[in-house]
């Protein structure tokens, strides 16, 4: 059961605005609209940031969306913070009741 | 207040097994899907095993047969038996409360070496 899609690494300066593509098959990220984000800085549990594709939980910065366009979702932070560095997952409902996570991409605040 | 603690984590022989347990709290396990995920250590998160309200389970090929999650509605806990324990299993477990991991408890360390 092969993870989806991340890019390794993504890096940007402060104020500036980065996305995070995460790529599936029509199996899990195409054929529904259960992509979840998450954020996790080490040593940490990992945080829901985005849900069904595009929700933000209560207390999530509105600085974080999400989209969904075929198989491919992506996540996308405006405004970098230094607080915002850490590793993003992605994850989806893949059929037959099984979940698959992305393998996670670092985010790199220059 | 929402909150999962894991515990029952240590150090396993291979082919040992070890039963993890997720005290939940501010909501009922019963209520909701309730996940366990795992993270290899320096690795990404991969997901386990899921328990829906209606007591349906769910695992990914590499622990099907081997694990086994379970819930205790007296206790509100939620239970992850591994059995036939494998070097690869090494990792922290996390349980996850609801369909899309909204709480997320601190994780426990399984160590399956010899």
């Known amino acids: 059961q092969s993870a989806l899609t991340q890019p390794a690494s993504v890096s940007g300066s402060p104020g500036q605005s980065i996305t995070i593509s995460c790529t599936g098959t029509s199996s899990d990220v195409g054929g529904y609209n259960y992509v979840s984000w998450y954020q996790q800085h080490p040593g940490k549990a990992p945080k829901l940031m985005i849900y069904?594709?595009?929700h933000r939980p209560s207390g999530v910065s509105t600085r974080f969306s999400g989209s969904k366009s075929g198989n491919t979702a992506s996540l996308t932070i405006s405004g970098l913070q230094a607080e915002d560095e850490a590793d993003y997952y992605c994850?989806?409902?893949?059929?037959?009741?099984?979940?698959?996570f992305g393998g996670g991409t670092k985010l790199t605040v220059l | 207040e929402v909150q999962v603690v894991e515990s029952g984590g240590g150090l396993v022989q291979p082919g040992g097994s070890l039963r993890l347990s997720c005290a939940a709290s501010?909501?009922?396990?019963?209520?909701?899907?309730m996940s366990w995920v795992r993270q290899a250590p320096g690795k990404g998160l991969q997901w386990v095993s899921v328990l829906y309200s209606a007591g349906d389970t769910y695992y990914p090929d590499s622990v099907k047969g081997r694990f086994t999650i379970s819930r205790d509605n007296s206790k509100n806990t939620l239970y992850l038996q591994m059995n036939s324990l494998r070097v690869e299993d090494t990792a922290v477990y996390y349980c996850?409360?609801?369909?899309?991991?909204?709480?997320w408890g601190q994780g426990t360390l399984v160590t399956v070496s010899s």
């Open positions: 994850s989806s409902y893949r059929s037959s009741n099984t979940w698959v």
């Open positions: 996850a409360k609801g369909r899309v991991g909204d709480y």
């Open positions: 069904d594709v595009s």
């Open positions: 501010g909501f009922t396990v019963s209520g909701t899907y």
